[in-house]
């Protein structure tokens, strides 16, 4: 397989968990929502779940990673700059629908099985943002 495709896989997996820890973390400490900071924390455990499920390419994915030469490291401008809690909710929970999507995709190309996780990762994440959108855009407009 294409070490870029290994690539790909390693750096949205990455992006997705850690979108998830920072959604988790906004639902615990600043919402105070069990039940969302559950359904966060489950999302996560799911996408390190289905990311070991690539097996014998886990190893690939590890060797493919190649950090220091990432043509797209560099932080633009509008990353740098967050207004509130509900921006930084609303960058991650982007973020992780996002790799999921790209997950999804790629998956199709090393291990087919996976690609519906992703996609009900997706779906789920949809669901959370706009339960949780409008609570933090109250609070931070307070």
Known sequence: MNRSVYRTIDANANRLTEGLRVCEDIARFVLLDKKKTRRFKSLRH???SAVKKFDKEKK???KS???RKDVGKKTIKNEAQRKNVADIFRANIKRA???A???EEFSKLVNTRLSGRF???RFELYSLEKGIAKKLQALCNH
């Open 46 to 48: 799911s996408a390190f």
């Open 65 to 67: 990673r190649n950090s």
């Open 101 to 103: 999507r790209v997950l």
């Open 97 to 99: 629908e996002e790799s």
């Open 119 to 121: 996609k009900d990762m």
């Open 60 to 62: 690939d994915l590890l």
